[in-house]
C-alpha cells in the first residue's frame, strides 16, 4: 500500500548530539511537510518542500533544517538538541499542496533528549 | 494573530450517544477546514473536508458543519462507538499550501 514511512519510530540522543530523522513515501507526492508535536498540543508545522522549492515557518528555529534529495525522501535535521526539542515528529505529505488537499502522515518519531 | 481553539477537556459520553465537538477560530477566513483524528503514538488521519459555502458535510455516521459567519465549525459522530475513542483535531488552510492544526478534543465513548 502506498504510504509515508518515519524511521526511526522512536529515537533517544543526547544534549547537543546531532540527530536524522528520515521520511519517505510511495505516494508520489510533491509536498512533503515536518511538523513538531508536543504532548496534547497541535502539530505545529516546522517547514515543507514543494518539489525541491523549500519553505521555512517564521518561528522555526535554526537549529532544525531539513533536505529533499529526491521526491520520496525528506529528512529533519536537528543540529544541537536541547531538551525543548523532545517531542514526536510528524512528516506528511499531499498531492499538489492546494487548499484541498488532504495530508497523509506518518506514524511519527517520538524523538527523546537526555 | 490566528487562532484555533478547541476543547481542551476531554469529551467523554457513553456508546451509542451522538458526540459533538467544537472547533472556533479568530483572525481566520479559511475557505476551507478540514477534521482529522489523532490515535495515540499515531499521526493525524483525515476524515472530512468542509468548504466555507458548504453548511454541512456528511461521511457515514460523521457530519461536520462550518458556520462562517460565528467562525465556528462542529463535528458531530452519531451512535458513538469505543472504536471512537480518540483525539480529533480540526484544521485550517492558510493559503500557503500548508494547515494550521487546533491542539484537538479528546473523545472518549464509554461502553
Known amino acids: 500500500d502506498a504510504m509515508v514511512i518515519q524511521n526511526p519510530r522512536y529515537q533517544v540522543t543526547q544534549f547537543g548530539k546531532p540527530v536524522t530523522l528520515s521520511c519517505s513515501q510511495t505516494?508520489?507526492?510533491?509536498?512533503m511537510y515536518w511538523y513538531q508535536q508536543k504532548s496534547s498540543q497541535a502539530p505545529k508545522l516546522l517547514f515543507h518542500y514543494y518539489d525541491k522549492d523549500f519553505n521555512n515557518e517564521a518561528d522555526t528555529p535554526d537549529n532544525f533544517q531539513s533536505r529533499r534529495p529526491n521526491t520520496s525522501f525528506c529528512f529533519l535535521d536537528i543540529r544541537s538538541p536541547g531538551l525543548g526539542d523532545a517531542a514526536m515528529y510528524l512528516c506528511?505529505?499531499?498531492?499538489?499542496?492546494?487548499?484541498?488537499?488532504?495530508?497523509?502522515f506518518g506514524p511519527g518519531t517520538r524523538l527523546t533528549v537526555l | 494573530s490566528q487562532k484555533i481553539e478547541q476543547n481542551s477537556e476531554a469529551l467523554n459520553i457513553q456508546e451509542g450517544k451522538t458526540a459533538t465537538l467544537t472547533c472556533n477560530y479568530t483572525?481566520?477566513?479559511?475557505?476551507?477546514l478540514q477534521w482529522y483524528r489523532q490515535d495515540p503514538g499515531r499521526g493525524p488521519v483525515f476524515l472530512l473536508l468542509i468548504r466555507e459555502n458548504e453548511k454541512e458535510k456528511r461521511k457515514e455516521r460523521l457530519k461536520v458543519t462550518f458556520d462562517t459567519t460565528l467562525k465556528q465549525s462542529l463535528f458531530h459522530i452519531t451512535a458513538s462507538q469505543p472504536a471512537d475513542s480518540a483525539t480529533y483535531l480540526c484544521a485550517l488552510d492558510t493559503g500557503r499550501r500548508a494547515l494550521t492544526f487546533g491542539s484537538g478534543t479528546r473523545l472518549q465513548v464509554q461502553p
Open positions: 483572525n481566520y477566513s479559511p475557505a476551507y
Open positions: 506528511a505529505t499531499s498531492g499538489r499542496g492546494s487548499s484541498t488537499d488532504t495530508q497523509y
Open positions: 505516494l508520489n507526492h510533491n509536498v
